[in-house]
């Protein structure tokens, strides 16, 4: 399986992530039971508080993005967030091995 | 062809557009400031807010039916914000509008990106629309499921 994709577009005041309708057809297909969200916005003061809390913010986009069921999620490879404009990869990373 | 008639035919889709939305229910608005959307379109009763940008083209004849050239900014295409924009593509042919095809932002950089449909070139993406009957063909793929109403993806 190649790795779930997610789009990370800087705005002027925050972040967009979201994932493109083949990869939301492609969980829906695989979860039947998930509800893949469009996009999630968070703005960078919103970012850098949660984050002194919570740690890595991108722990939580995507359940919330994808699959918000733990087994669910550790079927999935590899999961990457790529700076929609550029192409990098800004993060990465795998389900199975993190603590959701 | 004149890059001024293009900025009339180009106003007139525009218009043509705003008109098709007044007609069934939704309120439109032109933004004070050019930043890539053509319409805000707003439903009153509820305040939901969509954003268009509008397409338009000549036609070329074809051995049946005709196609459109469309150019889409990379730049713009790759700005998705929490409100996707909608693109509405319309072809000017034998002096009357084609059928509007709209297609949501990601759905559209879906294919490009995957599908191969369209052509990059200084950072603009070329769509080629072909239009025989009922069917519309973009770079070989139908188009069916968005070539629709107005009322469908909103």
Same mark, same amino acid.
């Given at each position: 399986? @190649?790795? !779930?994709?997610?789009?990370?577009?800087?705005?002027?005041?925050?972040?967009?992530?979201? !994932?493109?309708?083949?990869?939301?057809? =492609?969980?829906?297909?695989?979860?039947? @039971?998930?509800?893949?969200?469009? @996009?999630? =916005?968070?703005?960078?003061?919103?970012?850098?508080? =949660?984050?002194?809390?919570?740690?890595?913010?991108?722990?939580? !986009?995507?359940?919330?993005?994808?699959?918000?069921?733990?087994?669910?999620?550790?079927?999935?490879?590899?999961?990457? =967030? !790529?700076?929609?404009?550029?192409? @990098?990869?800004?993060?990465?990373?795998?389900?199975?091995?993190?603590?959701? | 062809?004149?890059?001024?008639?293009?900025?009339?035919?180009?106003?007139?889709?525009?218009?043509?557009?705003?008109?098709? /939305?007044?007609?069934?229910?939704?309120?439109?608005?032109?933004?004070?400031?050019? #930043?890539?959307? *053509?319409?805000?379109?707003?439903?009153?009763?509820?305040?939901?807010?969509?954003?268009?940008?509008?397409?338009?083209?000549?036609?070329?004849?074809?051995?049946?039916?005709?196609?459109?050239?469309?150019?889409?900014?990379?730049?713009?295409?790759?700005? %998705?914000?929490?409100? /996707?924009?909608?693109? #509405? /593509? #319309?072809?000017?042919?034998?002096?009357?509008?084609?059928?509007?095809? %709209? #297609?949501?932002?990601? *759905?559209?950089?879906?294919?490009?990106?995957?599908?191969?449909?369209?052509?990059?070139? *200084?950072?603009? %993406?070329?769509?080629?629309?072909? $239009?025989?009957?009922?069917?519309?063909?973009?770079?070989?793929?139908?188009?069916?499921?968005?070539?629709?109403? $107005?009322?469908?993806?909103?």
């Amino acid at each position: 399986m @190649n790795a !779930i994709r997610i789009n990370v577009n800087k705005q002027m005041d925050g972040y967009s992530f979201s !994932i493109t309708p083949s990869i939301r057809d =492609f969980i829906k297909k695989l979860f039947p @039971n998930a509800h893949p969200a469009n @996009n999630i =916005f968070v703005g960078y003061d919103t970012k850098s508080d =949660f984050e002194i809390y919570a740690g890595k913010l991108e722990n939580y !986009i995507y359940p919330a993005l994808l699959v918000d069921n733990e087994n669910d999620l550790k079927k999935l490879h590899e999961i990457q =967030f !790529i700076d929609i404009q550029t192409g @990098n990869i800004l993060h990465k990373v795998t389900p199975r091995d993190e603590k959701v | 062809m004149t890059k001024k008639f293009n900025q009339y035919l180009g106003k007139a889709g525009q218009l043509t557009v705003m008109s098709e /939305f007044l007609t069934r229910g939704w309120n439109v608005a032109i933004p004070e400031v050019d #930043i890539g959307d *053509d319409i805000f379109v707003v439903q009153d009763d509820n305040g939901t807010l969509r954003r268009v940008q509008v397409k338009t083209s000549t036609s070329k004849n074809r051995k049946s039916g005709y196609s459109g050239q469309f150019n889409v900014s990379v730049r713009n295409l790759r700005n %998705i914000t929490n409100i /996707f924009v909608h693109y #509405i /593509f #319309i072809v000017r042919h034998n002096n009357e509008w084609s059928k509007r095809v %709209i #297609i949501r932002q990601d *759905d559209l950089l879906d294919h490009f990106e995957n599908n191969k449909v369209g052509s990059e070139a *200084d950072g603009n %993406i070329t769509f080629y629309f072909s $239009y025989t009957g009922n069917k519309v063909e973009c770079s070989g793929q139908v188009v069916p499921r968005y070539t629709s109403v $107005y009322d469908h993806p909103f």
